[in-house]
Nanobody
Framework: QVQLVESGGGLVQPGGSLTLSCAAS??????????IGWFRQAPGKEREGDSC????????HYADSMKGRFTISSNNAKNMVYLHMNSLKPEDTAVYYC?????????????????????WGQGTQVTVSL
């Protein structure tokens, strides 16, 4: 079975940086055509996609609002995916989730749709505030 665990959230001041981690088990990112996506959900709002990586191919995709500020990376041998966030804004405050897609085709084709993902972590809170 696939399990995903996020970590690294916390309180950060506007303009600061955080790196989130997603530890995956029950899959092998180095040999299979998975995608790992990062999503976020603020109170009262729908969940939205931040970024994804088609891990074997090394293809990445970013939402327009995150381009130039967020970077997704992976260590496939260790089944780890990271989201590096800088220049954080109060509107980035949300619960951040990682998710896995059995097929990485969507991310490979420069998409990151909620319905493509099969397994989800329980989330980590990021709060950007003084």
């Amino acid at each position: 079975q696939v399990q995903l665990v996020e970590s690294g959230g916390g309180l950060v001041q506007p303009g600061g940086s955080l790196t989130l981690s997603c530890a995956a088990s029950g899959l092998s990112l180095s040999v299979d055509y998975y995608a790992i996506g990062w999503f976020r959900q603020a109170p009262g709002k729908e969940r939205e996609g931040d970024s994804c990586i088609a891990t074997k191919a090394g293809i990445t995709h970013y939402a327009d609002s995150m381009k130039g500020r967020f970077t997704i990376s992976s260590n496939n041998a260790k089944n780890m995916v990271y989201l590096h966030m800088n220049s954080l804004k109060p509107e980035d405050t949300a619960v951040y989730y990682c998710a896995s897609a059995d097929s990485g085709y969507g991310c490979y084709k420069n998409k990151n749709n909620l319905e493509d993902y099969d397994y989800w972590g329980q989330g980590t809170q990021v709060t950007v505030s003084l």
